[in-house]
């Protein structure tokens, strides 16, 4: 028996035979919140109907739980995918949930899914058996790792509905987004497996606005990495993904805000069990963040804000109004909406362009500030200019410096050595 479930993290109350190709989505949204979705495919080992649970930090709060109906989003993960550059040869429910008083959890129909909610693990003990079916011991299993701190979404897909992600919001704690990854699964594993201690992983990670290799490859490094790889092969060619396509994807759903960086994270085989915390970009301020419209509306009708003191880098209009397309591999690059359109007949068709809907949203992050201000007293090894203006990369193996625009093309240095993003001039 198959089917497709969806959660956080892949517990389940009864042995399943394999569970494959899970995809998880994270973001941080207004209000210091964090939006995960999950998807994920079940080989169920009898017909018996088999639920997930799938914690969720707390926050120390107990109205701390949104879910989100993804029943409209059955897609999201194909967008996610479309974000990133490839080689190729020639849903919103607002009910938030407090629960108390009574014997049962509480059932809720979430899409495709029902769904409990469990703020505390002795809760768990409360998930009603006419619907979820539940092994005896798994609140000791998750508290080996969740003890406090942690709540859980129990939830179990119907499987006579059509399938779709299930997402959740909750609290960001301690200024990470939470990918809970850890998976029990009860399946029998071979003999035959290299690594018989360890669960095997197939998982990808989508995220919004994190730094650092821990949440995986960016649209940018991808890009460069596989320019790289086929350079100068005419049997293959590399088109450039569409980073904003899950954000335009998701933002009548739940309040996500244009990313700045798009990032991605492969996990095949036997791996360590474990979960993940991916670290926010620098100025990422998710409570001061304002919402996107949920007008269905073009952008250059919905959004009347001025932009003061900045002009559109084409066509020279200023002030620029409506929303401001800024380029965040330039120091200093602006477009209006319908210079943007036809932005690839004048602009790099490989530099990433943040929406910035109102004035004051700019300064919340440092990539879509202009950078003209940040001057570095030195040389950059690969063009020779003097001095480097914008972000720095230093390689401390080979000693040099590189400007944005030659670390950007990724010929003037190996993309095999880690380099340091400095921000600041006096560093």
Known sequence: VSTQSTGAMCIFNLPVQSVSNTKIFVSPIKGNWQFTAYSNEVVLRSRAENAMILPFPTGGISDCIRMVDLSKASELFTKCADAFPKAQSLSLSDERYSFSGSDYLQVHTVGSYSVSIAITLNDLRRIDPSVFKVMPNVDLVLGQNYATGFGFVVCKFNKSQ????????????SGTLFVPTRHEHGETKSIFSSHPSLPHWDH??????TLGEEAGSSTQDLYHELKLRYAGDPNWTVTIGDPTRPYHYLKNLVAVCMPTCVRRKIIKGYQTNRDYFFSLLPGVVPSNRLPVSSSTQSPATVNNCIHRNVTCDNCSTKPLRGYRLKCIDCVDYDLCWSCYQGRKQFHSPHHLFAIIEHEDDAKYHLLTQNRSSLVHNCQCT???KSPIVGIRYYCPRCKMNLCEDCENTG??????????KIFRGDE
């Open 204 to 209: 990808e990670i989508y995220s919004f606005d």
């Open 162 to 173: 059509k399938a779709h992600p299930i997402g959740y919001c909750h609290p960001i704690v």
């Open 411 to 420: 010929q003037k240095h190996t993309r095999e050595h880690s380099v340091h």
């Open 382 to 384: 690969g063009c020779l």
